[in-house]
């Protein structure tokens, strides 16, 4: 036992210290990925309506090329990580999201700023299928990995709101897309220089692991089963990236026009936002601790229907009920992230996964374009209160899909 033990400390040191480097970066660069994607909804609903004299909802339409393009490209490079290498991608995420949002900062018309949004949904669409896949890469028990992983990037929309106002308070929209910008670029710099030093030394490790004979277990599953594993995947993903979606895009805009009293400036409002966004966030620990002790159908069970009575709620409420009620919709839709991603992990082989996590994610991410169309269309025509009815009848459809769902053994995982 002794030996055994001291055996293996000896060969983890360099393993953990670049396990512990690549992790942390991985959870930035889902920090990074949320932040960016909702500089302009802040922006949007607080300063550049003003500026440049633009109906709120007429102006959100300049930010769908981007929600587009973020859907889209998740496949091509979901494709390219698995052939070319997941570390480069990563490189290219934090310098191309920066470079991408100095240019949005330094535009001068709505025309020229929805082509600075199309650039960052393009490098922003590197992430999910690159980063969960490294999040979940040789773990057995994958529920608080990736929920961890996903509160970074909740974290990521909290902070959108409330420094993406407080920059605009004090200076201007502008460098609320530049200032962020050059930090993405240097830390992308900064990943290049370290993984490069470190890259020959993982390739030989996982050379070594790869000869050793072991052989990875694989969940087997018959076609129906698989069939209504994918049906559930689709349609939860589509629906739960609309929800996501409409609630983090236009949240600071709800908080702005029924906090009343409560928000007397834009950072008020984005202090609301990233109070209810930060709180909900760490929804996803406790949702993936679950996951880890019991099935997925029981969990998302739970949620779907707290989602639809919350989206109900929520229709009339203003001022503190208005904040209450919004904490309790972000806590439900954050916290119904890492399932589906967790059901990839589950029944996906590494050699597959990034691609499998970019089918699963353009699902979920060109529901974008679709949420931000229908803010738009709805706020001009009815206001938000028939949004959320809307919102309640698309979740009361996930609530009804999980009947279909199997039950799979918590920790199942295709390593």
Aim: charged share 10%; net charge positive.
């Amino acid at each position: 036992m002794r030996r055994r033990f001291a055996s293996r400390n000896e060969t983890e040191p360099a393993d953990n210290q670049a396990g512990r480097f690549n992790l942390l970066f991985i959870n930035l660069g889902h920090f990074y990925d949320h932040f960016f994607l909702l500089i302009f909804s802040t922006a949007a609903a607080l300063s550049l309506t003003r500026v440049w004299g633009i109906d709120y909802g007429e102006l959100v339409a300049y930010s769908l090329p981007g929600y587009i393009a973020y859907g889209i490209f998740t496949i091509p490079f979901g494709w390219l990580a698995d052939k070319w290498g997941r570390e480069a991608l990563m490189t290219i995420f934090f310098a191309g999201i920066g470079i991408s949002s100095i240019c949005a900062g330094l535009s001068q018309a709505p025309l020229q700023l929805s082509l600075g949004l199309l650039l960052i949904g393009i490098f922003a669409a590197i992430y999910h299928p690159v980063g969960l896949a490294m999040v979940v890469e040789g773990k057995e028990k994958i529920g608080l990995s990736l929920a961890i992983n996903g509160v970074w990037g909740n974290m990521g929309v909290a902070s959108a709101a409330l420094l993406t106002a407080w920059i605009i308070d004090h200076f201007s929209w502008r460098w609320a897309f530049i200032l962020p910008g050059v930090i993405s670029l240097l830390t992308g710099v900064i990943y290049h220089l370290y993984s490069a030093g470190v890259s020959k030394k993982t390739d030989a490790q996982n050379t070594t692991r790869n000869n050793t004979g072991i052989t990875r277990p694989s969940l087997n599953f018959g076609r129906n089963v698989l069939l209504r594993m994918l049906i559930f995947l689709l349609l939860s993903s589509a629906i739960g990236g609309l929800l996501f979606q409409s609630l983090t895009f236009a949240l600071p805009k709800i908080l702005d026009e029924r906090l009343g009293d409560l928000a007397v400036s834009a950072t008020a409002v984005g202090g609301y936002a990233f109070l209810v966004f930060t709180v909900a966030s760490f929804t996803q620990l406790l949702v993936g601790y679950g996951l880890d002790l019991f099935s997925v159908k029981r969990i998302f069970f739970v949620i779907a229907l707290l989602q639809v009575i919350l989206f109900i709620a929520m229709q009339n409420a203003t001022e503190a009920a208005a904040v209450t009620i919004g904490l309790l919709l972000m806590m439900s839709v954050f916290g119904q992230i890492p399932i589906n991603d967790v059901l990839v992990g589950q029944v996906t082989t590494p050699e597959w996964r990034s691609r499998a996590y970019a089918v699963r994610n353009i699902c979920s991410f060109m529901a974008a374009p679709v949420s931000i169309a229908l803010i738009g269309w709805i706020y001009q025509g009815w206001g938000f209160s028939v949004l959320f009815l809307l919102l309640a009848v698309a979740s009361g459809v996930t609530f009804i899909s999980s009947f279909i769902l199997p039950v799979i053994n918590p920790g199942a995982l295709s390593r």
